[in-house]
């Protein structure tokens, strides 16, 4: 079974750039889940999704960043314009359904530095 | 919003010695997973835990659940030089949406 997927693995940009990451989840997982992890820290969750709507964005830095899960399988998320707290590496993860019982499944990640 | 104290954030250890980490939660949880997350690398399911009480043990890993649903441990026996990584605990709040530990790393000297 393939894992998630994830591209770039790399990405180097100066800030007030924009960036955009890719992520195809598990066949068949209906979750999919954008995590941010700086350095040192634990994963933070960004954004969840059901299928191609959106659960919780709570933690999302809306007037920046963006995602979409628009055929609820791929997703892609988005930062415009990027600053110097945005270097981290950026995890996707997918589940079965959103319940807290599944256990998830993260993707390589993007490693994101902003210079 | 809901938060996961985890403690030490770091650990050294002489290979072959004991190792435990420890998450608190100030709010009783439906559930506890652990993750392992090596160097350079991503974040793998290691097992999840559900009953106040339970023990749940992988070869020379054992994770416990305390009786209030309130923290939860993970004790390594006899380390070795391929238990080394982070180690997070997570837990989701009443939305299902999780939130993980700051991690212990874990170094094992040989």
């Known amino acids: 079974e393939a894992g998630v997927a994830q591209s770039p693995r790399y990405k180097i940009i100066e800030k007030r750039q924009s960036v955009a990451f890719w992520c195809n989840p598990i066949?068949?997982?209906?979750?999919l889940y954008w995590y941010q992890q700086i350095l040192g820290q634990g994963p933070k969750l960004l954004i969840q999704?059901?299928?191609?709507?959106?659960?919780?964005d709570s933690q999302l830095p809306k007037d920046r960043f963006s995602a979409e899960r628009l055929k609820g399988v791929d997703s892609t998320l988005k930062i415009q314009p990027a600053k110097l707290e945005d270097s981290a590496v950026y995890l996707c993860a997918s589940s079965l359904d959103r319940s807290s019982y599944n256990e998830q499944f993260f993707g390589p990640g993007t490693r994101l530095t902003v210079l | 919003g809901q938060q996961v104290m985890q403690i030490p954030q770091y650990q050294h250890v002489q290979e072959g010695e004991d190792f435990t980490t420890y998450c608190n939660s100030s709010?009783?949880?439906?559930?506890i997973q652990w993750y392992k997350q090596r160097p350079g690398g991503h974040p793998v399911f290691l097992i999840q835990?559900?009953?106040?009480?339970e023990v749940k043990k992988q070869k020379r890993l054992t994770f416990q659940f305390g009786e209030a649903k309130k923290n939860s441990s993970l004790h390594i026996t006899a380390t070795q030089t391929t238990d080394v990584g982070t180690y997070f605990c997570a837990a989701p709040n009443t939305g299902n949406q999780f939130y993980f530990g700051t991690g212990t790393s874990l170094t094992v000297i040989p």
């Open positions: 999704f059901q299928n191609n709507g959106v659960v919780d």
């Open positions: 835990l559900v009953k106040s009480g």
């Open positions: 066949s068949g997982h209906a979750t």
């Open positions: 709010t009783t949880l439906s559930n």
